[in-house]
């Protein structure tokens, strides 16, 4: 058997505790993953679809969120796909009152080798480095 991924909602259950028979299930996926060898991997674009569950369905805020993924990324049971992309988005995001895609997207530009990330959002201009205003 090869590597397994998460979807987001077995890792929303997995964080939050919120049903407890998934909550088992997520429990029993991961272990299963890392008796296996190997760990259960987690991709970005679950990351990002985390945040917006998390902020929008379960109303926690940015610091509740950014302790979540902080403690994901120390994980043994989870491999996260670009770890240094979304450390490096979690600093952007804690500093900056930003959207958090937008921080995940810049750094992931960034980690590809590009020197900005061009947009129309006037606040990510402002706030982000390496973040350009398209237009006026």
Not at 78 to 107: G, K, M, S, Y
Not at 116 to 121: L, N, R, W
């Amino acid at each position: 058997m090869g590597l397994s991924a998460l979807d987001t909602n077995v890792l929303i259950r997995y964080v939050t505790q919120d049903d407890a028979a998934q909550y088992r299930l997520a429990c029993d996926m991961v272990a299963g993953a890392i008796t296996s060898g190997q760990p259960a991997v987690v991709t970005l674009l679950v990351i990002l679809e985390s945040e917006w569950v998390l902020r929008s369905a379960y109303q926690y805020d940015k610091a509740q969120i950014i302790a979540i993924f902080s403690d994901l990324l120390v994980s043994k049971n989870l491999f996260i796909e670009d770890e240094t992309v979304l450390v490096q988005a979690l600093r952007l995001w804690e500093t900056r009152a930003v959207n958090f895609a937008n921080c995940l997207i810049l750094a992931k530009s960034l980690a590809m080798g590009c020197s900005e990330m061009f947009t129309f959002d006037k606040r990510a201009a402002k706030k982000l480095p390496n973040c350009l205003l398209l237009g006026p």
